[in-house]
């Protein structure tokens, strides 16, 4: 049980640089499945999804080398076909590109069905639908999804998403870079992300064309080969620090971001009244007073994102006026707002929207984290609360946001970690 103490009423002050992409890095790791050689990955961010996926990899016979926090070297060049650790596969979402980056590498794939955050159904059958399209055979039973290739290997195809997904966009991609001919994706997801993988891919040997637009083409080519790469900032960690500058207070300069990929998100905070400057390579966020209304509805990028709409909540609960939030994306994501309640702010959620009511001052209590974005929510939250808040549950938190209490405390922060031992093994190391 990890949770944190956050001592809420301090503005926050000074710089905080942005980390590797989460969802970049846990698409990338299992494409070094794809590679003969060694690949130097830079900007890998420390975090426990990218930890439980080093580890299944290390599992599958991978040669791992950590040159600095950072910085890996990764050679899959021996790696075997193996299923990977159902206790491990358990713990992340993005366990499920192992399928295809084993079917694209060794023909076949068994995997447990993914974890990670729990907040509405998220089917792979868009990823299933794509692996069928290049001549794939895919079975789900038992909790595993066992997929096979026919003789003669996988075969370019022409894939259209019934909506637009990520994971299946990316999942697709790993497939289709080492099968023969020529496969076609459509109605593809346009987030960085993406273009992120399939610019690695493209750097190791691959032939992908339309990344970060609705039709991407993949060639298929024999082999990739190992260099390197350096992944690129995480758009959802800056965001979370914008929003906690907005909704707590103070200046905070965010670096190594890409500004461009903040656009959405600059302007809602620019319409809540904060102050939004941007630099080349970094965005400095103020805020004083009480922050203005605004609606928010998650759509797919350059849409604002999903990943963003518990942080942009608190700055909403704490707004002048009702705001209300749409998510166009799933079906379950408002769990938080009952913490968020306890808390003081005034929330009713109707189907798919939440009219917030802004209050002018949050109380802290003890709240838990529901999944990693909600967690986040609750740090932003508690820090901008009068009194002590203990956020419970939160490893969710780690999974997304490398060193999360360092940065905060550089910032001004008062937040504090602590961690009980799991009374069972406690007990076994007695």
Do not use: W
């Not at 707002?337 to 009713?348: P, V, Y």
């Amino acid at each position: 049980m990890i949770r944190y103490t956050v001592q809420g009423g301090t503005k926050l002050e000074g710089s905080v640089s942005i980390s590797g992409a989460k969802n970049a890095a846990v698409a990338i790791l299992p494409a070094t499945l794809l590679v003969s050689g060694p690949c130097r990955i830079e900007n890998v961010p420390d975090i426990s999804d990218v930890r439980l996926l080093l580890e299944i990899l290390s599992d599958m016979g991978a040669e791992i080398r950590r040159l600095s926090r950072s910085t890996l070297i990764i050679d899959c060049s021996h790696a075997r076909n193996a299923t990977a650790p159902i206790e491990l596969v358990r713990r992340i979402r993005a366990s499920y590109y192992l399928i295809g980056a084993e079917l694209g590498r060794f023909g076949h794939a068994h995997v447990a069905m993914p974890g990670g955050c729990n907040f509405g159904v998220r089917p792979i059958d868009q990823h299933i639908k794509g692996f069928e399209a290049m001549g794939a055979v895919v079975e789900q039973a038992g909790g595993y999804v066992c997929a096979d290739v026919p003789e003669g290997g996988l075969r370019g195809g022409h894939v259209y998403l019934d909506i637009v997904s990520v994971g299946a966009t990316m999942n697709i991609l790993l497939a289709a870079v080492l099968c023969g001919g020529m496969t076609i994706i459509e109605n593809c997801a346009k987030e960085p992300h993406i273009v992120d993988l399939a610019n690695f891919l493209n750097a190791m040997g691959a032939q992908i064309s339309g990344a970060g637009t609705d039709v991407i083409k993949v060639r298929g080519v024999k082999k990739l080969s190992g260099g390197s790469y350096t992944i690129i900032p995480d758009q959802i960690e800056a965001g979370t620090y914008m929003a906690a500058a907005a909704a707590v207070g103070g200046n905070v300069l965010i670096e190594n971001v890409i500004p461009k990929h903040m656009d959405c998100i600059t302007a809602k905070l620019r319409e809540m009244g904060a102050k939004v400057t941007e630099y080349d390579d970094s965005i400095r966020v103020e805020s004083k007073g009480r922050l203005r209304r605004a609606n928010v509805k998650t759509m797919p990028y350059p849409g604002f994102p999903t990943d963003m709409q518990p942080q942009i909540a608190v700055c909403m609960a704490l707004a002048d006026g009702t705001s209300l939030v749409t998510e166009g994306i799933y079906d379950n994501r408002f769990r938080y707002t009952a913490e968020l309640c306890r808390m003081g702010a005034s929330i009713q959620v109707e189907g798919r929207t939440a009219v917030v009511d802004g209050v002018e001052k949050l109380h802290g209590c003890e709240v838990r984290a529901c999944d990693l974005r909600a967690g986040a929510a609750m740090v932003i939250a508690a820090m901008a609360a009068n009194g002590t808040t203990t956020i419970e549950d939160a490893h969710y938190i780690e999974r997304g946001y490398e060193d999360i209490i360092g940065k905060l405390t550089e910032l001004g922060a008062k937040i504090r970690r602590s961690e009980d031992l799991d009374p069972i093994n406690e007990a076994a190391a007695g």
